[in-house]
């Protein structure tokens, strides 16, 4: 009975003593600084800074290689938080989320073919460049909703649509359109110009009754070419989001119905 | 010259229905100039041309419109006097876009035209010559992938082909153009074997045909009846997909091709097309480039299908028009054969080099369906003709893990569509594996970009030491 107390005794002794020499002298020095970043940085381990999660952000941070503000999801508290910790300054970021630039519902934008093959919107643009007319828009299987962290994304109508209240600009969904039809628009712009079909105003009516025909009205309609609010790609208006129109009035006059003002681009049309 | 049985059988398969009786007694015919040609400036798999017209040129038949881009590329000619209207993006059959010309045609001038390329005697004619003909004539394989001809014609140095084989199988359903070319040219592909016998070197030829063109072989048969050396018919049970390259090498020779990247001329076989042969005697010996085709207009939802000559570039509806139209509202329209034919969605696609036939098939022919769960039957195992797991394939696609299925070695997929055939489930597999190919293709090719722009820092480093 004592044998074994004095044994257990001295072995959790000799253990003891082990484990502080090592602590002592096998530590692997970290700086302190990781753990308190890694804390204060949202955790969704989304990427969306361009590194491999939450972690690999904050080491990069600490050793000054990333800027701070790079954090989508955090945002600028995050990166005030941040800024006390290091004592860098954080540089000012818009929150920026996800905008699927396509209106074309099943009911507005013609389906030429009935597409029963795998449901993903890669494999079904391999078909045919996919069943809708217009070959520039969303076909709605659902790729940017499966790589979603924050199911942002729900597919309505054979349509995705954003949540920009849930969306953390993370941009997973970007890489997987394989249309390259979403783009990160900065999270205070409420006009939008919802196509990505750049071809002739008759041949974007054929396919689809709500595409943009390119015809400059939303320019005319915000003062000018000078007000610089658009850009032009082919017969396609882009939002100049440096620049964002603010005057929601020229969305009802869209000729096309290609505009919308809405803050969370859940609702379209 | 003998005629023999296949001495080798190759493991799977499936039997779909043919349905050749449809097109099969349909002579050739030319098809009338169309107004309109759309020339794109992909044929092939493989680098697409560049194109090196303008809008508003005059071109002439047989002009160079678009120059190699690359190795394994082939040069495009206009397929008719004309006009360009436009250089655009258009759709292909394969479900891509590619730059295309838009030719508004002109008549030709001349009934008898001039050669566009001084005509070659063979008999005199150097390799190099040979060799150098085929490539400006622009001609690749007509069978389906399209590889350039002038490639697989000229082995890299070490290796020797010692069997051609001539593949005239045609296994794919209700396609009859290379029936038909046998039928109707078996003297253009004589000489074209007797060509190709010249660049490659005096090899053995085998000419695979399968058992249910019995007119073909004796056709075959009474051209080469008094060619010299070791050429052989073989005929091949019906069974699909017999026509792969592959398939064809073991059939008639018993060789086994290893896994991509391995070629045919490793096992020391050349695989083409007869109609390609018979091009490769028009360009040497007439001084025609490849510049039509012959393309099966077929199904049950054309008035009359036939067997049409038409010049690359003729859209679908000009052929569809020239069979009388349809005779009802087609519920698929494929671009190629039944098996491994791309679905497409209008007739507004144009013809390419590698176009063997246009189907238009009734809802009654048309069965639509869910993809529903593996059922784990294996049958996809027996039809694999690769010896792959399919129904392995499917489901880890399904679950998006690739890595499984490229352990599993999907890349050797030939994507024939024999497990999707007889599957129970209905389950798209052949999809499924393409789409496992598509995208470990697009990672290898992220990592040899990645791989190079690493190389070129690297020098730069060096460079600025």
Known sequence: ?269 | MKTVKSPFKFKGGVHPDYNKELARDMPIERLPLPGELVISMSQHLGAPAKCIVKAGDEVKRGQVIGEKNGFISVLVRASADGKVKAVEKRLGPAGSSADAVILETVPPEDNNPAPILPPLDWKTATREELLKRVEEAGICGMGGAGFPTSVKLNPPPGKRCEYLVLNGAECEPYLTADFRVMLERADRIRVGVEIMRKILGMCAVRIAIEDNKPEAITAMEKAFADIEGNVEIVRLPVLYPQGSEKHQIYATVGRIVPEPPALPIDVGCVVENVGTVAAIADAVEKGEPLLERVTTVSGDAVATPKNILAPSGTKYSDLVAFCGGEKEHPAKIISGGTMMGFAVSSLDIATTKTTSGLLLLSSRKVFQYGSQACINCGRCLRACPMNLNPAEISKAVEADDIKTAENAHVMTCIECGACSFGCPAYRTITQFCRRAKASIRARMAAERAAAAAAKAAEDAKKEAK
């Open chain 1, 1 to 269: 009975m004592i044998i074994a107390i004095v044994c257990i005794a001295g072995i959790g002794l000799v253990a003891a003593v082990a484990l502080a020499l090592a602590d002592r002298y096998l530590a692997v020095k970290e700086d302190p600084r990781i753990g308190m970043v890694t804390a204060v940085l949202p955790g969704a381990n989304c990427g969306g800074c361009g590194f491999a999660g939450c972690d690999a952000y904050a080491r990069a941070l600490v050793a000054g290689t990333a800027p701070n503000g790079a954090c989508a999801a955090g945002g600028d508290a995050c990166a005030a938080e941040v800024a006390k910790i290091l004592g860098v300054a954080a540089t000012a970021t818009e929150k920026r989320v996800a905008l699927v630039k396509c209106c074309g519902t099943r009911s507005e934008a013609i389906r030429v073919g009935d597409y029963n093959g795998i449901c993903d919107c890669a494999t079904a643009a391999m078909t045919a460049g996919g069943d809708k007319g217009c070959k520039f828009g969303c076909l709605g299987y659902g790729a940017c909703a499966n790589v979603c962290p924050k199911n942002a994304i729900t597919i309505h109508d054979g349509l995705a649509k954003v949540d920009k209240r849930l969306c953390i600009g993370c941009g997973k969904c970007v890489k997987a359109c394989p249309k390259n039809l979403i783009e990160l628009v900065p999270a205070s712009a409420t006009i939008h110009v919802l196509c990505n079909n750049p071809v002739r105003g008759p041949e974007v009516r054929k396919v689809c009754g709500v595409g943009c025909m390119g015809c400059h009205l939303c320019e005319k309609n915000s003062g000018g070419k000078e007000a610089g609010h658009f850009t032009f790609q082919g017969f396609l208006a882009k939002v100049n989001y440096e620049n964002p129109p603010t005057d929601a009035t020229i969305v009802s006059k869209c000729p096309a119905k290609c505009m919308i003002e809405d803050p969370h681009f859940e609702t379209g049309h």
